[in-house]
């Protein structure tokens, strides 16, 4: 007779929660002749039946909630295992390809991150909270919609979704103020109370959002647009950042991603109707952005200290196993550099500063 080990464990183990033995005589023919003394059978009961006889209560799990429009119904209602989706998996290339299928590498990295399943669940959670506040953003936001009114939109559905904590313990909650960079402003504005911009038809607006789960930070932005000459542009720097996030990984040089990101960037023109009243259009190159980029993420820190350029560079500097970023990439029809100018939207605690006298 075979038997199936694995099937027979998970039988005891069930019984031994149930805690449903019963023992019972029985005769045995010994010799063809004679009863021997009545040996004990073990006669087990079903959890089901243990149930049904009120000995052993019955665990209810909550159904799953569904989410509402607007987006207001936290993420471990609709996620009551405490799994949450995986994003898209991209496999190492070229030389680091081995890493794929390498059972020790992959150990090197499960040993960087302490408890890895918390780990990436945190950051799953984070994801999917950014994922469906920003798909409810994408088919919300039109022109006429003022700039407060935007960030609010999108700050109340992270905050209902990632369920933030408000004890003071940082155990949830937005990561960093949301970004709505108008035209030529590339990144970190954000409207202050008495902001009264107007979203128009013929604006680009980039829309940088942040979540966090025990300090880890998901950082990802998207581009609204309603100027269609102004699609290539857009597809510049989407096709950008996933080159950028497919050469990422463990051991792969900062700089080298950089030169693939500026390759497929800057591949892109954009032309553009003329407005000031003259005939025709003018086409531009789409340029990388060569003083911003993107960066690694640690624990309750949105920059932990290295960067990834988006053009190319010497940079030698090394992704590592334990280590989390930020792929971003900046495309422009301009002269791709940006000054620092305007008002003061985003304010951080600096990290290497104890007790700073207030005055």
Same mark, same amino acid.
């Given at each position: 007779?075979?038997?199936?080990?694995?099937?027979?464990?998970? =039988?005891?183990? @069930?019984?031994?929660? !149930? %805690?449903? /033995?019963?023992? #019972? &005589? *029985?005769?045995?023919?010994?010799?063809?002749?004679?009863?021997?003394?009545?040996?004990?059978?073990?006669?087990?009961?079903?959890?089901?039946?243990?149930?049904?006889?009120?000995?052993v209560k019955e665990e209810v799990k909550?159904?799953?909630?569904?989410?509402?429009?607007?987006?207001? =119904?936290?993420? @471990?209602?609709?996620? !009551? %295992?405490? /799994?949450?989706? #995986? &994003? *898209?998996?991209?496999?190492?290339?070229?030389?680091?390809?081995?890493?794929?299928?390498?059972?020790?590498?992959?150990?090197?990295?499960?040993?960087?991150?302490?408890?890895?399943?918390?780990?990436?669940?945190?950051?799953?959670?984070?994801?999917?909270?950014?994922?469906?506040?920003?798909?409810?953003?994408?088919?919300?936001?039109?022109?006429?919609?003022?700039?407060?009114?935007?960030?609010?939109?999108?700050?109340?559905?992270?905050?209902?979704?990632?369920?933030?904590?408000?004890?003071g313990k940082l155990q949830s909650g937005?990561?960093?103020?949301?970004?709505?960079?108008?035209?030529?402003?590339?990144?970190?504005?954000?409207?202050?109370?008495?902001?009264?911009?107007?979203?128009?038809?013929?604006?680009?607006?980039?829309?940088?959002?942040?979540?966090?789960?025990?300090?880890?930070?998901?950082?990802?932005?998207?581009?609204?647009?309603?100027?269609?000459?102004?699609?290539?542009?857009?597809?510049?720097?989407?096709?950008?950042?996933n080159t950028g996030v497919r050469e990422?990984?463990?051991?792969?040089?900062?700089?080298?991603?950089?030169?693939?990101?500026?390759?497929?960037?800057?591949?892109?023109?954009?032309?553009?109707?003329?407005?000031?009243?003259?005939?025709?259009?003018?086409?531009?190159?789409?340029?990388?952005?060569?003083?911003?980029?993107?960066?690694?993420?640690?624990?309750?820190?949105?920059?932990?200290?290295?960067?990834?350029?988006?053009?190319?560079?010497?940079?030698?500097?090394?992704?590592?196993?334990?280590?989390?970023?930020?792929?971003?990439?900046?495309?422009?029809?301009?002269?791709?550099?940006?000054?620092?100018?305007?008002?003061?939207?985003?304010?951080?605690?600096?990290?290497?500063?104890?007790?700073?006298?207030?005055?």
């Amino acid at each position: 007779m075979v038997s199936d080990p694995t099937k027979d464990q998970a =039988v005891d183990e @069930t019984v031994d929660k !149930v %805690d449903d /033995v019963e023992e #019972e &005589g *029985e005769d045995v023919p010994k010799d063809g002749n004679e009863a021997s003394k009545p040996k004990k059978k073990r006669k087990r009961k079903t959890k089901a039946r243990a149930i049904a006889e009120g000995r052993v209560k019955e665990e209810v799990k909550p159904e799953p909630a569904t989410q509402s429009e607007p987006p207001r =119904v936290g993420l @471990t209602k609709i996620f !009551v %295992d405490g /799994v949450f989706p #995986e &994003g *898209e998996i991209c496999k190492y290339l070229n030389d680091n390809a081995y890493r794929t299928t390498s059972a020790e590498k992959k150990e090197l990295e499960r040993l960087a991150n302490e408890n890895p399943e918390e780990t990436y669940q945190n950051i799953r959670r984070a994801a999917e909270v950014h994922r469906q506040v920003r798909q409810y953003a994408q088919k919300t936001i039109r022109p006429g919609m003022s700039m407060i009114e935007i960030a609010n939109l999108i700050e109340d559905g992270t905050r209902a979704l990632v369920e933030e904590d408000t004890s003071g313990k940082l155990q949830s909650g937005i990561g960093f103020p949301t970004g709505l960079s108008l035209n030529h402003c590339a990144a970190h504005y954000t409207p202050n109370s008495n902001d009264t911009i107007v979203l128009k038809e013929s604006d680009i607006m980039k829309v940088d959002i942040g979540v966090h789960v025990k300090g880890k930070i998901c950082d990802s932005a998207f581009t609204v647009h309603w100027d269609r000459n102004y699609d290539p542009l857009i597809q510049a720097v989407k096709e950008a950042t996933n080159t950028g996030v497919r050469e990422a990984g463990i051991d792969v040089r900062v700089g080298d991603i950089g030169a693939a990101i500026q390759e497929v960037m800057e591949s892109y023109e954009v032309t553009v109707p003329h407005t000031d009243g003259r005939v025709g259009s003018t086409t531009y190159p789409v340029k990388a952005i060569g003083n911003l980029t993107g960066h690694n993420i640690v624990p309750y820190r949105i920059h932990g200290g290295k960067s990834v350029p988006i053009v190319k560079s010497r940079d030698q500097d090394k992704m590592e196993e334990g280590e989390y970023f930020a792929i971003e990439t900046f495309g422009s029809t301009g002269r791709g550099r940006v000054v620092e100018s305007g008002e003061v939207s985003h304010y951080a605690l600096n990290p290497g500063i104890e007790n700073p006298p207030l005055r």
